[in-house]
């Protein structure tokens, strides 16, 4: 089976990734732990509250298929795959994730955003949306500086929420720190970008609220 669980940026979607992985492993199921561009910059699925696990980097030309025949002809059996970031895949890995479950009866679990910054669904988002047998919002509720429930990441420089740009790639730099380049370096001479959870009216108005900085949001440096 194929699953999806998706929510805005804080919600604990590592989290629960990891939690998954605990409560199948201690049944005694082997899996594999996959991530496209964690938040640290390294192979690993990182949770913000601390918790982090070894991984394996899914790139750009990876076969996903091809990461499991390696392990079963190292002999190691795979059970579920954990995918977290799962945004940042190509349509046609999650194509490949789809066949593991079909096929091989393995359990995929996928953790990601669904939008980008512009509310624009992620290619790999859209493609598990139309593929996943199941689709399961993260319920950790994230908030707008307002109080109402919040959904879209905005991206922000120099007080003003950008609608332009590059699409997303994410990497954690500290404790409530993120940074946002296709690279993973920011250029010698870049902004100070954020990322700040938004309403769906304070996203479409650009209102960041009156202690917009303030509030442990997303920056790069």
């Not at 996959?34 to 601390?50: A, F, M, N, T």
Request: with cysteine; net charge negative; glycine share 10%.
């Amino acid at each position: 089976m194929l699953r999806f669980c998706y929510g805005p940026m804080d919600c604990g979607k590592s989290t629960l990734a990891l939690q998954i992985d605990h409560n199948h492993a201690r049944q005694g199921r082997r899996g594999l732990l996959l991530v496209r561009h964690d938040r640290s910059g390294e192979p690993q699925i990182s949770s913000r509250i601390g918790i982090t696990r070894q991984a394996l980097e899914v790139h750009a030309g990876t076969d996903v298929r091809k990461l499991i025949r390696e392990q079963w002809i190292a002999g190691r059996h795979v059970d579920y795959l954990i995918v977290d970031e799962a945004q940042f895949l190509s349509p046609a890995q999650v194509e490949q994730l789809a066949e593991l479950a079909d096929e091989v009866q393995i359990d995929v679990y996928c953790f990601g955003i669904a939008t980008d910054f512009q509310s624009h669904l992620f290619p790999g988002a859209r493609r598990l949306f139309e593929l996943a047998d199941e689709l399961q919002p993260v319920q950790v509720e994230v908030l707008c500086w307002c109080g109402a429930p919040g959904r879209f990441n905005a991206r922000v420089s120099d007080g003003e929420v950008l609608r332009e740009g590059d699409t997303v790639v994410v990497a954690d730099t500290g404790p409530g720190v993120f940074e946002s380049t296709t690279s993973l370096q920011p250029e010698a001479n870049s902004t100070t970008l954020r990322y700040q959870v938004l309403c769906r009216r304070h996203y479409r108005l650009g209102d960041l609220g009156p202690a917009a900085g303030k509030r442990g949001q997303l920056r790069l440096t």
